[in-house]
């Protein structure tokens, strides 16, 4: 299923909020979804730009997701 709002896509990326991040939950959220997932450490530099169906994990150094942004 491909999801096209927003809401829809943060409720099933915040549901991941805890858990430890790897390359299995990154197809599958970008296969539910239809958008390109993104993850990066806390702190880490990347670039600003704003992809409107990309979904931004931010996980601590034990590759817990900590947060998620759109864009």
Same mark, same amino acid.
């Given at each position: !299923? ?7 896509? =943060? ?14 939950? =990154?197809?599958?959220?970008?296969? =539910? ?10 702190? !880490?530099?990347?670039? !600003? ?23």
């Amino acid at each position: !299923m491909k999801i096209s709002s927003q809401e829809e896509a =943060r409720e099933l990326a915040e549901a991941l909020i805890g858990q430890t991040f790897s390359k299995a939950v =990154r197809e599958d959220l970008a296969s =539910r979804t239809g958008w390109v997932v993104r993850a990066k450490l806390e702190g !880490m530099i990347s670039t !600003m730009d704003y992809v409107e169906q990309r979904i931004n994990l931010e996980l601590d150094d034990n590759s817990t997701i900590n947060s998620v942004t759109l864009g």
